[in-house]
């Protein structure tokens, strides 16, 4: 009896177990942030310094990089993303929301895969 009792806790906690394997590890960066309509500048901060960004809406890679001074630059349509080399965070800048509408993007870091922030401006 004690020998199922066992195999059945074993076998009960493997989706506790193979769920943290795939959880993604953010370094201490949101997941999301929401930018203010009237646009704007929001500075987050995590626990390690970043590099390049790629951003992406609709599954396409959009957007333009270039390096100025110590600071990674990412720019698209309404969306600035800077990424100091010599600090642990990363400055979203968004212009004014144009007739209400919701803009939304989702970034990532090279050499993070598993690092994306959604970021939303309504």
Not at 26 to 50: A, C, D, F, I, M
Not at 75 to 81: A, G, N, P, S
């Amino acid at each position: 009896m004690r020998t199922i009792t066992l195999a059945m806790a074993g076998v009960l906690s493997m989706p506790l177990f193979i769920g943290s394997c795939f959880e993604r590890n953010q370094h201490q960066y949101p997941e999301k942030v929401v930018l203010p309509s009237e646009g704007g500048t929001v500075t987050v901060r995590g626990g390690t310094t970043l590099g390049l960004v790629d951003l992406y809406e609709n599954g396409e890679w959009v957007g333009m990089k270039e390096v100025i001074g110590d600071t990674f630059y990412t720019y698209h349509d309404w969306l600035t993303v800077k990424t100091p080399m010599n600090a642990p965070e990363v400055i979203f800048s968004a212009k004014p929301l144009e007739e209400g509408r919701r803009r939304m993007t989702v970034i990532s870091f090279i050499g993070y895969d598993e690092l994306e922030i959604e970021v939303i401006q309504q």
